[in-house]
């Protein structure tokens, strides 16, 4: 299986910005990857995802709008930009990956068989 390795994660005021790293021990373009977040107490949500066919990207839930991924095939890295963090979006986020993986909702998705071992996001 690859292995992945999340960094970038830390402390932050609310209204401010961070930028997660997920880099795969082999090349990415094998992979549709994603992030995911598990909030104490609560069920691990989807988050957003790229995919290594046509390099389409999709964002799912309230983060919307702040929450951007990209990948850099590369690098065999992913990278979520995440803008006026609120003090909901602390949690561990995830990184993972799948051969065939799809992401169709937050709480809906199928084929990643690759997880990194999380980094925490706190938002005060």
């Known amino acids: 299986h690859v292995q992945l390795v999340e960094s970038g994660g830390g402390s932050v005021q609310a209204g401010g910005s961070l930028r997660l790293s997920c880099t795969a021990s082999?090349?990415?373009?094998?992979?549709?990857m994603g992030w995911f977040r598990q909030a104490p107490g609560k069920e691990r949500e989807g988050v957003a995802v790229?995919?290594?066919?046509?390099?389409?990207?999709s964002v799912v839930g309230d983060v919307k709008g702040r929450f951007t991924i990209s990948r850099d095939d590369g690098k065999s890295t992913i990278y979520q930009q995440m803008d006026n963090l609120k003090p909901e979006d602390t949690a561990i986020y995830y990184c993972?990956?799948?051969?065939?993986?799809?992401?169709?909702?937050?709480?809906?998705?199928?084929?990643?068989?690759?997880w990194g071992q999380g980094t925490q996001v706190t938002v005060s």
């Open positions: 993972a990956a799948g051969a065939r993986a799809h992401m169709y909702t937050e709480n809906n998705y199928r084929g990643f068989d690759a």
């Open positions: 082999e090349p990415a373009y094998r992979y549709d």
């Open positions: 790229t995919y290594t066919r046509g390099g389409d990207t």
